[in-house]
């Protein structure tokens, strides 16, 4: 299985350090109400599971997460509609990028997608002619120091499809249906705090940049669309080494 997108990785480590989290809280909150739509039930919601999982890593009060889940859900009324889009596009070097968003105003957020992906020598793609590139993936992270053959035979016959070292964690790959199985799974033999779980697209076929300057217009590309307050998530199939 090829690497997922090293950005996005860095983006939730940034986001969770922040001191200012004012914008992170506020991302969160849109990625809540809109995964509460498929039902406020995290047990068989997968997606507001990791969303609220998300929202307690950066400590974000139990009444906002509550609030969040309650206007998704219809029990209380929102101000705003909100949809989640997905925008394909391409950037410096060759590389492929999807950019997961939720927006109030899917035009207003298009042209400003636009304008960013355009001042840093990048642009938009025809729909489906990126997304093929990437495998929609769960994926579940925990320390290494707690990992042992046992757990590892466990995941395996739960679903696993690939198990890997990253650093001090161990990565477990899995099919996106399957994460909340694995997940309670784990608990049983793993403090929950411990265990943190996340969708991915993991890219199929991964592109090397090696160049300075390019290595420069992608990282400025990534930050600028990091900064836009409708961007949730980048993930590209470049790696920078």
Do not use: C
């Not at 929202?55 to 989640?84: C, F, H, Q, T, V």
């Not at 394909?88 to 899917?106: C, F, H, R, V, W």
């Not at 707690?146 to 650093?167: C, F, H, P, R, Y």
């Amino acid at each position: 299985m090829s690497g997922h997108s090293k950005w996005a990785k860095v983006k939730h480590q940034k986001a969770v350090a922040d001191p200012k989290r004012g914008k992170a809280f506020s991302k969160l909150i849109a990625l809540i109400t809109v995964a509460a739509r498929e039902g406020a039930d995290v047990g068989s919601n997968p997606k507001l599971r990791m969303a609220i999982d998300k929202a307690k890593e950066i400590g974000m009060p139990k009444e906002n997460i509550e609030k969040a889940i309650k206007r998704g859900s219809g029990e209380e009324d929102g101000d705003k509609k909100l949809e989640e889009i997905i925008y394909e596009a391409y950037a410096p070097g060759g590389s492929a990028m999807l950019i997961q968003t939720i927006t109030d105003n899917k035009n207003r957020t298009l042209a400003e997608l636009r304008h960013i992906l355009q001042k840093n020598q990048s642009k938009l793609a025809e729909t489906g002619s990126v997304l093929w590139l990437f495998k929609e993936t769960g994926k579940i992270i925990l320390p290494k120091k707690v990992w042992n053959d046992d757990l590892s035979l466990e995941m395996i016959e739960k679903g696993a499809e690939e198990i890997k070292e990253e650093g001090k964690d161990i990565i477990i790959y899995t099919p996106s249906q399957n994460l909340s199985l694995m997940k309670d799974s784990l608990e049983k033999f793993i403090d929950p705090s411990l265990i943190k779980t996340e969708l991915d697209f993991i890219n199929q076929q991964e592109i090397i940049v090696s160049d300075e300057e390019t290595k420069n217009q992608l990282e400025k590309l990534f930050n600028d669309l990091d900064e836009h307050s409708d961007v949730e998530e980048i993930y590209s199939n470049t790696k920078i080494i």
